[in-house]
Each structure stands twice: as structure tokens, then as C-alpha cells.
């Protein structure tokens, strides 16, 4: 009659058999419409007793997964707590003891195998990024443009607030000065100022890309040392001549003066005033420094006013010089806004209301470093006949430039007062990073003097990460500060 059909594929199946063999002279159920198939012939050599038994109670289990609609036997994965892959293992095993050479407990042998291989094999879904659904994706964008925005976005927001408008020449003021700063004579300047100062410092007759000058105090030798052998050292950028000098006003001490003589002397870089270097002649130094550049650098294209302890990262800002397309009323800073004057009569920086009546100074590049152009030197100079000189040097400035009719351009590639922490490829961007320690300036010029240009994507990651620990030391200093506050107050 040929090979028995398999109705179940599990060790149960035999067992099934029998139950529906003996259900028809049990009287329960319909009758089988297939004639009765013989049993399987057991194995020579093995008693029929034992097996016996174990198929009436195969076949009393498997009656019972009849019952309850789970049909199939062990073929299928029934996940029964940590102990289900042993279970298989059993059933298994019965199958092939019980029936070896049958197709059907052969298939169901293959079949549980296949089951096995995929419950060990993929146990349980991994999370890859491939199988991200949509709202994941949109969460994972939300926060990259959320860290940027708030990493980035106070500079882009000053960049856009900031950004200055050109100032219409309608006044007639304005035209005044301008038209006296085109038509400036020089003769007479060089007369006047050896009345008001000595400077051995020399400027070259050739043109001067770009002319530094660093308001330094006379005490400060050492600061003006390190700057000479760091980037005041840079003599040209891309095939352009940079020059450095330092402006300093006459020292308190003798001995200390003695010392200015001699390093100028050596050097032939200082720039000096007839009067006493103290904080009230600090307006006075810069006007002093305008002037000398009017006067004897008169070929210098960009002059850059910067502090002592800054750095400057020279070759960054001559690339950004370079690619400029408006060569005249460049005046390049990090803009302040609505600075008020100091009223208070015990401050050093106290400017009286009859001096100075206005609520806010007008917008001004920070005096950390901002630059300028040659024109704007000699409005500079020009409008600052009548402008108080009790006024901060940076805000003068800014008043002098308002009044010839030249706006302040904003750049956060300028630090203004804050220290941005080393990063070699963002210190290669930026163009300057205030409150510099003598051995920061040797170690972070050393770095970023090298040939090595960065990539795109190194300055993005220098970037950020010159954003995240500058914040951080931002805020370490703030807690500092606050702690020092809260423990004079206890002494006192």
C-alpha cells in the first residue's frame, strides 16, 4: 500500500495513530474513513513491551496536544521559560529512538534541528542603525542640530546683530573729516611729534601689508621677549610683509626707564610717549600709537591694535585680509553693543557726564584687538581733536570712527576678552585668544607654526571642541570667582 502517510511531524505522531485506532471501538468520535494501516514494525532485537507502553503514553500526550490545538509535536518552538531548548533536545531524541527509519520522524528530526539553529542563532533583535525607524531619526537630527544651535549660536547671532550697515556721508561733519583725513599733510605731523614723543621704532619705506601694534606697559619686558620670539616674529605672510612694534609711555622709575632705552635700542621696535604709562593714559598710548602710524607708516595697507597678552594668529588673519574685497573703511573687531560709561566717581575708568553726556557709547571693536585700515587711521586721527580723551581707548576709538562715518564690523574669529582653550587647528582659524600665559605662547606658536594645514572636517571638530571646553572653563571660573566672593564676605 506503499509508505505510511505523516499527519503529525513529532515524536507524538506514532502515538496519534494508535489513539485514533482505538477510537472507533471506544464508540467515541466518527470512524476513520481510511482503512487501518498496520503499526510500524519495530526493530529485530528490541522487545515489543517496553515500546509498547512508552507509545500508549507518546500517544496519550500527543492526544492531549490534539485536544488543546497544538498539534505537531515539538516541531514547533513553544517557549517554555530558559528550559525549552532542552525540552527539544528530549523530543528529539525519543523521535529518533522510537522511530529511526521513518520518513516522518526523519523529517521531524530536520525539522527540529532548523528550529534550534534559529532560536541560538537569533535569540534575541539587535538595534543597528540600519533598522531605525523614522521618529528615531528625527530624534537623533533634533539633538545634532540642537547641540550645534546652542553650541554655536550666540556667535551667529552676533554675527547677524552685529553686522553693521554702511553709515551715509550726509552729514556735514562727516564730510568735513573725511575730506581732511584725504587731504592729510604729513610734514607738519612729523614736526609736531617730536614734541610729544620719542620713538627709536623705524617703519619701511616699502609697503606694509600688515602693521601690528602692541600697547605693552614699560615694565613688562619679559611679556614683550616672548612675543618677539613667538608670532610678533612674523616677518610675512603668503609673500606679504608683517611688522611688530610695542607703544609704551614713559616708566615711573628710573631704572625701569634705563631698561626701556636699552631695549629700544636693541630692538628699534618700541614706540614712546612723553607720558607716564599708568591706567588714565591708556586712551592717551592709543592716540599716540594712531598717530605714529599716520605719521611715519603711512604705507601700511591694515594696522591690527592689539593687547600683550594676546595671541595672534598672523597668518589666519592675513588669508582673511587677502580676501577681502573693500580695502577702505575696514575697521574689524569683536563688536561691543551699548557699553555704558562708568559713573562712578571711585572708579579708575570714571568718565564725568559733562565730558561724555551720552547714555551708551557708540558700537566699538573690542580693545583686545581689533584692526583697521589706513584710511580709517587718519579719520581716526582726524575726528579725534574733539573727542574726550576720558573715555576708554577701545570706546574712543569708536566714537572717533562714528563720527567720520565708519560702522564696526563684527568677527567672532576675534576672542575679545576670553581665553579660548588650545585646540592646534582651531588656533590656525581663529585670529586671536586673550589672557595668554608666557608659556602658553611658546608652546600653542610652536604648534601651530608648523607647515601641517587641517582639513575640513579637523577645524569642525577643533571647533567644537574649542566651544565645549571654553564654556567649561567659562563656568569653572565663574564658580571659582563666586567661591572667593563668598569667602571674603565670611572674613570680613
Not at 515489543?48 to 500526550?61: F, Q, S, T, V, Y
Not at 553726556?357 to 581689533?370: K, L, N, Q, T
Request: with cysteine.
Amino acid at each position: 500500500m506503499g509508505a505510511p502517510r505523516c499527519r503529525g511531524r513529532g515524536p507524538g505522531a506514532a502515538g496519534r495513530g494508535q489513539s485514533q485506532r482505538r477510537r472507533p471501538a471506544a464508540g467515541a468520535g466518527r470512524p476513520s474513513r481510511r482503512a487501518p494501516q498496520p503499526p510500524p514494525q519495530q526493530p529485530a532485537g528490541r522487545s515489543g513491551a517496553p515500546h509498547a507502553g512508552a507509545g500508549r503514553r507518546r500517544g496519550e500526550r500527543g492526544g492531549e496536544r490534539a485536544a488543546t490545538g497544538r498539534g505537531g509535536g515539538s516541531h514547533r518552538l513553544r517557549i517554555l521559560g530558559s528550559n525549552w531548548i532542552l525540552q527539544t533536545q528530549i523530543d528529539r531524541a525519543t523521535a529518533r529512538r522510537n522511530c529511526p527509519e521513518s520518513p516522518c520522524c526523519r523529517d521531524s528530526s530536520q525539522h527540529h534541528a532548523e528550529a534550534r539553529e534559529f532560536s541560538v542563532h537569533v535569540p534575541l533583535p539587535q538595534l543597528t542603525l540600519c533598522r531605525l525607524r523614522t521618529h528615531q531619526w528625527c530624534f537623533i537630527l533634533f539633538n545634532v542640530l540642537l547641540f550645534h544651535v546652542l553650541l554655536f549660536g550666540a556667535d551667529l547671532l552676533e554675527q547677524y546683530f552685529l553686522h553693521s550697515l554702511p553709515l551715509s556721508y550726509t552729514d556735514a561733519k562727516t564730510l568735513e573729516i573725511r575730506e581732511r583725513a584725504r587731504k592729510l599733510d604729513l610734514d607738519p605731523l612729523k614736526a609736531n611729534l617730536s614734541h610729544t614723543g620719542s620713538s627709536a621704532a623705524t617703519c619701511s619705506n616699502q609697503e606694509v601689508f600688515l602693521l601690528i601694534v602692541v600697547c605693552s606697559s614699560p615694565e613688562n619686558r619679559t611679556r614683550r621677549n616672548v612675543i618677539r620670539q613667538t608670532w610678533g616674529n612674523v616677518t610675512g605672510s603668503r609673500g606679504y610683509s608683517v611688522l611688530t612694534r610695542f607703544a609704551v609711555g614713559k616708566a615711573a622709575s628710573a631704572s625701569t626707564q634705563l631698561e626701556i632705552n636699552e631695549e629700544a635700542q636693541e630692538h628699534r621696535d618700541i614706540i614712546e610717549g612723553t607720558f607716564i604709562d599708568s591706567p588714565e593714559t591708556q586712551t592717551q598710548k592709543m592716540l599716540m600709537s594712531v598717530e605714529w602710524t599716520v605719521t611715519f607708516c603711512p604705507h601700511a595697507r591694515y594696522i591690527l591694535h592689539t593687547a600683550q597678552d594676546v595671541f595672534v594668529g598672523v597668518p589666519s588673519l592675513a588669508g582673511y585680509l587677502l580676501s577681502l574685497t573693500q580695502r577702505e573703511d575696514i575697521y574689524l573687531g569683536r563688536v561691543v553693543h551699548h557699553r555704558v560709561p562708568d559713573r562712578d566717581p571711585q572708579s579708575p575708568g570714571f568718565v564725568p557726564i559733562h565730558q561724555y553726556p551720552e547714555e551708551f557709547y557708540p558700537d566699538f571693536c573690542h580693545g583686545s584687538a581689533f584692526l583697521m585700515s589706513q584710511d580709517v587711521a587718519r579719520k581716526v586721527y582726524v575726528a579725534a581733536r574733539e573727542v574726550p580723551l576720558a573715555v576708554p581707548p577701545a570706546a574712543f576709538v569708536g566714537i572717533c570712527a562714528k563720527r567720520a562715518g565708519i560702522a564696526a564690523r563684527h568677527s567672532s574669529r576675534f576672542s575679545g576678552e576670553k581665553h579660548i582653550s588650545y585646540n592646534r587647528c582651531c588656533y590656525k582659524f581663529i585670529f586671536t585668544s586673550s589672557n595668554m600665559r608666557e608659556d602658553e605662547l611658546f608652546k600653542d606658536w610652536k604648534e601651530t607654526s608648523d607647515g601641517e594645514d587641517c582639513s575640513l572636517l579637523e577645524t569642525y571638530y577643533s571647533l567644537v571642541s574649542c566651544k565645549v571646553l571654553t564654556y567649561i572653563d567659562k563656568f569653572k571660573q565663574f564658580n571659582l570667582d563666586r567661591i572667593k566672593d563668598e569667602v571674603l564676605h565670611f572674613v570680613n
